[in-house]
C-alpha cells in the first residue's frame, strides 16, 4: 500500500453541496489538507469500479499530483442496478419525481446508495485505491428539500425520512458517503507519516477559496 506522504491532497468536485458534506463528515481528525478543484473529466462508462479508477488516473494526471476522485451510484434492484454510476443523467432529466415513477410499475422499490472514493499519489505506478460505501434504501415519492441532487426520494432502511428530511448530522452518520469517507479516513490516519498527522485539519477556508475560483 502506498504511504500518504503530501501535506495536500486535491479533492476533485464542482459542487458546493458535496464539498460541504465531506468537510462536515471528515471533521478535524483527517491528517491531510483538502484542496478542492474543479476538473473536466471524460465521462467514463463501465462498471462503478472501472469508472473511478479512470476518472482518477486521469484527474492525477492533470494534477501532476495526489488526488481523491468521487462517483455516487443510485441503484434500483427492480432495475438490475440501473440507474447505477449513470444517476447523474437521470437525475438531470427526470429530476426526483421521475426517478420515483421510473419504479412506478414494480412491486420493489428497494435501491441502494453507492459511494466510491479513489485516491491516487499522482504516481503513474501506483494503483489507484477504492473506498466504498454503501446504504440500503427505498425509493419513495420525494420529501423535503431539492437542494442536494436525489436526496429527497431516497429513504434509507430504518428511518421514516428521506435524506432529504434528515438533520444533516443523522444523515452524515449512517449515509453511503460517510461509510466511504469513514474507509478512506481510517487509511489515511494509519498510512500518514508523523510529521503529517502532527496538523490535523480539513481547511474549510482553503477548500472554499479554492472552490469558488473555479466556479
Known amino acids: 500500500m502506498a504511504a500518504v506522504t503530501g501535506r495536500s491532497v486535491v479533492f ?43 476518472k482518477c488516473k486521469e484527474a492525477a494526471r492533470q494534477v501532476q499530483g495526489p488526488v481523491i476522485v468521487e462517483d455516487t451510484c443510485l441503484c434500483f434492484n427492480a432495475l438490475g442496478g440501473l440507474p447505477g454510476p449513470y444517476i447523474k443523467w437521470f437525475l438531470d432529466k427526470l429530476k426526483p419525481e421521475g426517478l420515483h415513477r421510473m419504479l412506478a410499475g414494480f412491486e420493489d422499490k428497494s435501491a441502494y446508495a453507492l459511494c466510491t472514493f479513489a485516491y491516487s499519489t499522482g504516481q503513474p505506478d501506483e494503483p ?14 420525494p420529501r423535503g428539500p431539492r437542494d442536494f441532487g436525489w436526496d429527497p426520494c431516497f429513504q434509507p ?14 444523515k452524515n452518520s ?21 510529521k ?11 477548500m472554499e477559496k479554492a472552490l469558488s475560483n473555479e466556479l
Open 12 to 54: 476533485v468536485t464542482g459542487n458546493a453541496k458535496k464539498l460541504e458534506e465531506v468537510i462536515q463528515i471528515l471533521g478535524d481528525k483527517f491528517p491531510c489538507k483538502l484542496v478542492a478543484k474543479k476538473i473536466d473529466l471524460p465521462e467514463y462508462q463501465g462498471e462503478p469500479d472501472e469508472i473511478s479508477i479512470q
Open 128 to 141: 489507484v485505491l477504492l473506498f466504498r460505501g454503501k446504504t440500503l434504501g427505498q425509493i419513495v415519492s
Open 157 to 170: 432502511d430504518g428511518f421514516e425520512q428521506t435524506y432529504a428530511e434528515l438533520p444533516k448530522e443523522v
Open 174 to 194: 449512517i449515509s453511503h458517503r460517510y461509510r466511504a469517507l469513514k474507509e478512506m479516513s481510517d487509511y489515511f490516519i494509519q498510512n500518514s507519516t508523523p
Open 196 to 206: 503529517v498527522q502532527e496538523e490535523p485539519m480539513v481547511s474549510l477556508l482553503m
